[in-house]
């Protein structure tokens, strides 16, 4: 039962998570607060891993999600359900968009989702700021530590231009220094 529902439930992830990757988390997190299966904490390391490792960030997240909850096979079908919308739609879409290419409702209407798929990575970015930097958190110790990593980091960022590599092993270690 548990497979058919992470295929389900990664199903309407992808097809209702438009605009890449980061749109994943606002519906990943839906999940938690559904069926308890990872924790917000464990949701930003994935997030994190994801981002961090090749391909594509919403895939990555599925496959890490799937197999924390049903090991390999768990991975494996979190992310035909995630996939599964996006080929049924290109499909569908690629035998009728050659006819109405230059149909000026459906310029307009590719031109509209630019905006909403902004403010779901948006409201994503917020939700995963206001865990990593321990806000609403009893401890303030914890929100300044983390909020002073950040800027410090992206102080490093802006004035020596570094590699993103440098900057992720940066910020591994003082997180590992720092559990």
């Not at 009728?96 to 970015?125: E, M, S, T």
Request: glycine residues 12%.
């Amino acid at each position: 039962m548990i497979y058919l529902t992470l295929y389900l439930e990664f199903f309407k992830i992808g097809a209702f998570a438009v605009g890449g990757g980061l749109a994943t988390i606002p519906f990943l997190q839906e999940l938690i607060e559904k069926y308890h299966w990872i924790t917000q904490s464990e949701l930003i390391d994935i997030v994190a891993v994801a981002e961090s490792t090749p391909g594509a960030v919403g895939v990555n997240a599925a496959t890490f999600m799937g197999y924390k909850v049903a090991e390999t096979l768990g991975g494996i079908i979190a992310v035909l359900g995630l996939i599964s919308p996006s080929i049924v739609i290109i499909v569908i879409i690629a035998h009728f968009f050659n006819r109405f290419r230059q149909n000026q409702y459906v310029k307009k209407a590719f031109y509209g989702l630019r905006p909403v798929a902004a403010g779901i990575i948006g409201a994503a970015g917020v939700s995963v700021g206001v865990v990593a930097f321990g806000i609403g958190t009893d401890d303030i110790s914890i929100q300044i530590t983390r909020l002073l990593i950040g800027l410090i980091m992206y102080f490093l960022i802006e004035k020596y231009s570094k590699h993103p590599i440098v900057y992720i092993a940066l910020g591994a270690v003082i997180g590992i220094i720092l559990m």
